[in-house]
């Protein structure tokens, strides 16, 4: 059975920097596009960022241009996200997602249905 897993959330400062990864097992994502989005306290889910199977497409929200990177490792199954100088309003469950109907003429989606298989998430709070 497909499965990912987020881990590296936690409590952290204001302008601290955090990597959050996603593991995968039961099924090889090399071949799909991987997605980050997260969801705010009291907010809906919104997308992040996403990346193509071989790495070399990448997609982000407006909001985290600049301060988030994604990337992955297809020998280890596994996708991170790099946050850097952290905010208060970057306080959410996040989660990683995967597409197996990515080509590239379809391109990396930013809408949740456009993803098959979720994680549970992990939380990151960031204390003022």
């Known amino acids: 059975q497909a499965q990912l897993a987020e881990s590296g959330g936690g409590l952290v400062q204001t302008g601290d920097s955090l990597r959050l990864s996603c593991a995968s097992s039961g099924h090889t994502f090399s071949g799909d596009a991987m997605a980050w989005f997260r969801q705010p306290p009291g907010k809906d889910l919104e997308f992040v960022a996403a990346?193509?199977?071989?790495?070399?497409?990448?997609l982000y929200a407006d909001s985290v241009k600049g301060r988030f990177t994604i990337s992955r490792d297809n020998a280890k199954n596994t996708v991170y996200l790099l946050i850097n100088t952290l905010k208060p309003e970057d306080t959410a469950v996040y989660s990683c997602a995967a597409d197996g109907r990515y080509y590239d003429g379809r391109g990396l989606r930013k809408g949740r249905y456009d993803y098959d298989y979720w994680g549970q998430g992990t939380q990151v709070t960031v204390s003022s």
């Open positions: 990346i193509s199977p071989g790495g070399g497409r990448l």
